[in-house]
């Protein structure tokens, strides 16, 4: 799903709150990644795949897999605690279960990958695997590599943790690094190196970038960029470039050789969530309070405002939002239930459905989205109905997939084989993002 999907807020109510709180195996040569998991081109070895989404029940809390070829709930598992946001895995095979609130994330297998060149189907499972660590909250993923990053508290500082989908096979990450200072963060994996947000000296929230690079198992601190990002929040990588959200407008940074490049693109408002894929050269941005949209050119010095509230009230929210697989359409789902598709082509309004009936109660988990494999289609949890919904992009008709749940779905992602499944952007985003002010 190479998708940025970003569930805005885990509960309505919060829409008034602020929107930020997401041994050296060769230490003087490259390390070589156990991510990339496969190098072969599999578009002909799409599949229906399968929906992951939770109920929250505190100590009953469970997840579920829906057979999206069988139209049917093929497993489902007790949780140790309840979820409290899902994203699907970088290679697409499993759900990131982050249950920020009891400090841990737990990893199911969906059944469904490629081995060589054919696809395996198996039977879902929960993963050995637990990643530990004070208030896992930014979940990324790009080109086969995946991050949490664990928000951490004054005793612990903050970590991240990187792993690819044969890292998790093996129940295994492949490495992982503390930070002295705890603070609300994002850690961007792009190849060798994560680049992870900042605290500079005397500042008490992430302010600028800091470069990592991997060596084996571990990580070596390579400084930091030049360029500061005042109020960092959000990030996103394509083919090229990083991008992160500042007060300010965005922290531009690429790679070149074995250092970065980096620089400002302005913006008259603070952006807070981007939006990134490896098929799209420019990025989204999301601005907050204002929840403008603005699209960034790597290469620019301004960011470009783009029009998503068509025909729907000034002041409409979005509930979540995200990128599809090949980042040719950018869907926002407000706060009346309306979902709008932008054309990423040319960055106009293609069109909007009502697809809930009512927004979510107040309390009650949001709306989430969930892309499926080929980009066609966006599943949206409705948990008012306790429903989930199948939109067609192109054609704007929705469905209903899933009826009669019996409880408010929380989260939503799909697993399957469809080549790489980075989350291509933030904002949700991180686990409820939104609610964790600095």
Known sequence: MNSSLHSALPRLGALTLALLLAACNNDTGSTTLPGGDDDHDHDHEETAGRLVFTQAAGSNSRVYVYDLEQQATIADFALTYPATALHTSPGGRYAVIMQRDNDQVQILDGGIWLHEDHVDTGTPGLSALTLLGVKPTHYRGNDGLGTVFFDG?????SQFQLFSDSSLENDDVIASHTLEQAHHGIAEPRGEWVLSSNVSDGASAADGIALYHLHGDHFHAEGTLATACPGLHGGASNTTHSVFGCEDGALVAELHGNHFHDHKVTAPERLATILGSPDLTDFAALSYPGYNLYRIAPDATEAEQVTWRENTAADAKPLAYGLDPHG???????????????????????????VLDQPPADGAPAPALAFSGD????????????????VELESLTVTTEVADLGFAPLGLAWTGAAGDHDD???????????????
């Open 375 to 390: 980009g066609h289609e966006v599943f949206v949890s409705d948990p008012r109905a306790q429903a989930i919904h199948r």
């Open 328 to 354: 040719e359409h950018l869907v926002l789902l407000d706060d009346a239930g309306t979902l709008h598709v932008i054309d990423t082509a040319e960055w106009h309004h293609h069109g909007q459905i009502t």
């Open 424 to 438: 291509h952007g933030e904002g949700e985003e991180e686990e409820g993002e939104h609610d964790h002010e600095h």
């Open 153 to 157: 508290d004054a005793a612990t500082g």
